[in-house]
Nanobody, 113 residues
Framework: QVQLVESGGGLVQPGGSLRLSCGGS????????MGWYRQAPGKVRELVAQ???????ICTDSVKGRFTITADNAKNTVYLQMNSLKPEDTDVYYC???????WGQGTQVTVSS
């Protein structure tokens, strides 16, 4: 069964940067559209960035120009580079296929001074 493991979250000041990583088994990233989602307590999980199998990417308007999704298929890893972070980016971040399969634990990102 495919397992996705997110890492790289932490506490960062507004304007700072983080890079999240997502490791998965097999060739899940090679053959699936992958996405980074985020969710705050009591809110609906939101898709913020996605990467298709051809490498094309889409980001939601709220993170466009600040977040970048990339992948290293040889390492079975998907990344989310987050720059110019804002307090409203504080959430638990998850990676998953689109549509999603089994959810991992996520990684907490907190943007605060």
């Amino acid at each position: 069964q495919v397992q996705l493991v997110e890492s790289g979250g932490g506490l960062v000041q507004p304007g700072g940067s983080l890079r999240l990583s997502c490791g998965g088994s097999g060739s899940i990233f090679r053959y699936n559209t992958m996405g980074w989602y985020r969710q705050a307590p009591g809110k609906v999980r939101e898709l913020v960035a996605q990467r298709g199998t051809t490498g094309s990417t889409i980001c939601t308007d709220s993170v466009k120009g600040r977040f970048t999704i990339t992948a290293d298929n040889a390492k079975n890893t998907v990344y989310l580079q987050m720059n110019s972070l804002k307090p409203e980016d504080t959430d638990v971040y998850y990676c998953n296929t689109i549509p999603p399969i089994r959810w991992g634990q996520g990684t907490q990102v907190t943007v605060s001074s």
